[in-house]
């Protein structure tokens, strides 16, 4: 193998393998085939003459040499995309930069963001929402400064901690039978179709939940090329349900369904905050340092108990 781009492309394979836990949701977050992605593995460490992960059924991990040599080389190769990247020099120091992945924000976002606006007047924000395949390379290279996603455990080479809880509602028909009852669970829907919607980077759900769900005898899953106010009409018609966190259903009324909460296993979704430590913003720490007292405070979360927060690194 020659020092040239086809190395590149090769960690490339392998950073979203680690990053992901799993072939499969590495090809799918690259666009490509898992395959694709097994080949090129092995070929890095046919050259490498190294096995850097180990395969199981329930995905990848790296083996103790391939994780030193990943977090040895991860550092060099984010530096090299950053040193062609146009946006490097542009960032704002006086500009926090939040990602959310598949999050909708809710009630504690809401005051955490106010109740810093009130103490540091002088950082502003910027918000965006980021797919789920470009949220970790995104805090790595300082695109963001930190990013709310769903709970997926500790995350390689960041900070990250649960700050909030929500329990998920589904969107019924309101002709249907389960409208009458106060919460539902999984099985109750396990006939029905769980539309998800799908945009330009993906489904716009926690894929992992996802996976969850099916695997304990849940509902079919469908994804939809449609926005989430097709997938209500769909919802509407008939042709099965969809779902969100509580802080979207309690404020979006569509006619002719009904919210609905959910109960049981995989009923709620914790919200983790990801950053990068050695981040140079103050603001940063700042911002996760509100959050941490506002979680302290907040004894319940839209009904589910707030876990006690917990740093990982």
Same mark, same amino acid.
């Given at each position: 193998?020659?020092?040239?781009?086809?190395?590149?492309?090769?960690?490339?394979? #392998?950073?979203?393998?680690?990053? %992901? *836990?799993?072939? !499969?949701? /590495?090809? $799918? #977050?690259? !666009? +490509?085939?898992?395959?694709?992605?097994?080949?090129?593995?092995?070929?890095?460490?046919?050259?490498?003459?190294?096995?850097?992960?180990?395969?199981? +059924?329930?995905?990848? @991990?790296?083996?103790?040499?391939?994780?030193?040599?990943?977090?040895?080389?991860?550092?060099?190769?984010?530096?090299?995309?950053?040193?062609?990247?146009? @946006?490097?020099?542009?960032?704002?120091?006086?500009?926090? $930069?939040?990602?959310?992945?598949?999050?909708?924000?809710?009630?504690?976002? $809401?005051?955490?963001?106010?109740?810093?606006?009130?103490?540091?007047?002088?950082?502003?924000?910027?918000?965006?929402?980021?797919?789920?395949?470009?949220?970790?390379?995104?805090?790595?290279?300082?695109?963001?400064?930190?990013?709310?996603?769903?709970?997926?455990?500790?995350?390689?080479?960041?900070?990250?901690?649960?700050?909030? %809880?929500?329990?998920?509602?589904?969107?019924?028909?309101?002709? %249907?039978?389960?409208?009458?009852?106060?919460?539902?669970?999984?099985?109750?829907?396990?006939?029905?179709?769980?539309?998800?919607?799908?945009?330009?980077?993906?489904?716009?759900?926690?894929? @992992?939940?996802?996976?969850?769900?099916?695997?304990?005898? *849940?509902?079919?899953?469908?994804?939809?090329? #449609?926005?989430? #106010?097709?997938?209500?009409?769909?919802?509407?018609?008939?042709?099965?349900?969809?779902?969100?966190?509580?802080?979207?259903? @309690?404020?979006?009324?569509?006619?002719?369904?009904?919210?609905?909460?959910?109960?049981?296993?995989?009923?709620?979704?914790?919200?983790? /905050? +990801?950053?990068?430590?050695?981040?140079?913003?103050?603001?940063?720490?700042?911002?996760?340092?509100?959050? $941490?007292?506002?979680? *302290?405070?907040?004894?319940?979360?839209?009904?589910?108990?707030?876990?006690?927060? *917990?740093?990982?690194?």
């Amino acid at each position: 193998m020659t020092p040239n781009g086809n190395a590149l492309r090769l960690l490339a394979y #392998a950073l979203a393998a680690v990053d %992901h *836990g799993s072939l !499969r949701r /590495a090809a $799918r #977050a690259m !666009r +490509v085939r898992e395959s694709s992605v097994s080949r090129n593995i092995v070929k890095l460490e046919q050259h490498l003459e190294v096995q850097l992960f180990e395969r199981d +059924v329930r995905g990848v @991990r790296l083996t103790e040499p391939g994780r030193a040599w990943i977090d040895v080389v991860r550092a060099h190769y984010e530096g090299l995309l950053d040193a062609f990247d146009d @946006r490097v020099g542009d960032k704002d120091a006086k500009t926090l $930069r939040i990602g959310l992945c598949c999050v909708r924000g809710g009630e504690f976002l $809401r005051g955490i963001i106010a109740r810093f606006g009130s103490l540091y007047p002088d950082v502003s924000f910027s918000i965006e929402d980021v797919p789920a395949g470009r949220w970790l390379s995104a805090i790595r290279r300082r695109h963001l400064d930190l990013v709310f996603t769903h709970d997926f455990g500790a995350v390689p080479s960041c900070c990250s901690e649960v700050f909030w %809880h929500e329990r998920l509602f589904v969107l019924l028909p309101a002709s %249907h039978s389960l409208v009458d009852r106060p919460v539902v669970a999984w099985s109750d829907l396990a006939e029905m179709c769980l539309l998800v919607p799908v945009g330009p980077e993906g489904p716009l759900f926690d894929l @992992r939940l996802l996976e969850r769900i099916a695997a304990t005898g *849940g509902p079919a899953v469908q994804t939809c090329r #449609a926005n989430q #106010a097709t997938v209500a009409l769909k919802v509407q018609l008939g042709e099965g349900f969809t779902l969100a966190e509580e802080s979207c259903a @309690r404020t979006t009324a569509i006619e002719s369904t009904m919210w609905k909460p959910l109960a049981g296993q995989n009923s709620v979704s914790s919200i983790r /905050a +990801v950053w990068l430590d050695s981040n140079p913003k103050r603001s940063v720490l700042r911002l996760v340092a509100v959050a $941490r007292n506002r979680a *302290g405070d907040t004894p319940s979360n839209s009904g589910t108990n707030a876990a006690r927060p *917990g740093r990982s690194t």
